[in-house]
């Protein structure tokens, strides 16, 4: 799995600072260190809306189509797929679950069980004159994909808190766990565990696991 934060909004919490003074038309309040207080204080009051000025964009690759699934659902980020109807998936990756590289006969069966999805992929574009778009039918979820996601900041910490959990599944729980490092290496105020505890965050025992390790 790779992950790189393409883009972001410059200074992002001054920005969240700067919209949100608008209301009060409190600019004259604005010095080089009021921007992280302002994000606080806005967090704690529920006004997630000044975090809606901020965005960063990711790009994703590695992952499995069974991961990408779950992204896609998130229905206010802005994601581009990789296409395969129109990319040649015939040596394309395919994502293994630790779960099966850790049982040798289980691992031997399923990268058989790959061999011959791959290998009749082929068979049925180069043979039979298969449109990619129809022989792509038989490709499992395993199979790696690309993508780019864009999303505001509170979108971001809503997807966090639902995906960063024992529940989630595992790779979408890697996913955005490395996504959280590198939004709180941008904007701390925000992106602090402090966010999920005063807003009762999802299975906050992992949360504060992996913010032990994103604080350091």
Same mark, same amino acid.
């Given at each position: 799995?790779?992950?790189?934060?393409?883009?972001?909004?410059?200074?992002?919490?001054?920005?969240?600072?700067?919209?949100?003074?608008?209301?009060?038309? %409190?600019?004259?309040?604005?010095?080089?260190?009021?921007?992280?207080?302002?994000?606080?204080?806005?967090?704690?009051?529920?006004?997630?809306?000044?975090?809606? &000025?901020? %965005?960063?964009?990711?790009?994703?690759?590695?992952?499995?189509?069974?991961? &990408?699934?779950?992204?896609?659902?998130?229905?206010?980020?802005?994601?581009?797929?990789?296409?395969?109807?129109?990319?040649?998936?015939?040596?394309?990756?395919?994502?293994?679950?630790? %779960?099966?590289?850790?049982?040798?006969?289980?691992?031997?069966?399923?990268?058989?069980?790959?061999?011959?999805?791959?290998?009749?992929?082929?068979?049925?574009? &180069?043979?039979?004159?298969?449109?990619?778009?129809?022989?792509?039918?038989?490709?499992?979820?395993?199979?790696?994909?690309?993508? %780019?996601?864009?999303?505001?900041?509170?979108?971001?910490?809503?997807?966090?808190?639902?995906?960063?959990?024992?529940?989630?599944?595992?790779?979408?729980?890697?996913?955005? &766990?490395?996504?959280?490092?590198?939004?709180?290496?941008?904007?701390?105020?925000?992106?602090?565990?402090?966010?999920?505890?005063?807003?009762?965050?999802?299975?906050?025992?992992?949360?504060?696991?992996?913010?032990?390790?994103?604080?350091?």
């Amino acid at each position: 799995m790779n992950l790189k934060l393409i883009a972001y909004t410059s200074d992002p919490e001054k920005v969240i600072e700067l919209c949100g003074r608008v209301s009060h038309r %409190s600019d004259k309040k604005i010095d080089n260190e009021s921007a992280g207080p302002f994000c606080k204080k806005m967090i704690q009051l529920g006004h997630l809306s000044t975090l809606e &000025s901020a %965005s960063a964009t990711f790009l994703i690759s590695g992952i499995s189509r069974a991961a &990408s699934h779950q992204i896609v659902r998130n229905r206010l980020c802005s994601i581009v797929q990789m296409s395969q109807r129109y990319v040649d998936q015939s040596d394309i990756g395919f994502v293994i679950p630790e %779960s099966i590289m850790r049982e040798p006969n289980a691992l031997g069966l399923f990268k058989r069980s790959i061999d011959d999805a791959k290998r009749t992929y082929e068979i049925l574009i &180069s043979q039979y004159g298969i449109p990619r778009e129809d022989a792509r039918f038989l490709l499992p979820e395993a199979t790696e994909t690309e993508l %780019s996601i864009t999303a505001n900041f509170r979108e971001y910490l809503h997807v966090i808190d639902e995906r960063v959990s024992r529940h989630a599944q595992w790779e979408i729980r890697e996913i955005f &766990s490395r996504v959280w490092k590198f939004l709180y290496g941008i904007a701390p105020n925000v992106f602090h565990i402090d966010y999920f505890r005063g807003n009762h965050g999802k299975d906050m025992e992992t949360k504060e696991k992996i913010f032990l390790e994103i604080g350091r």
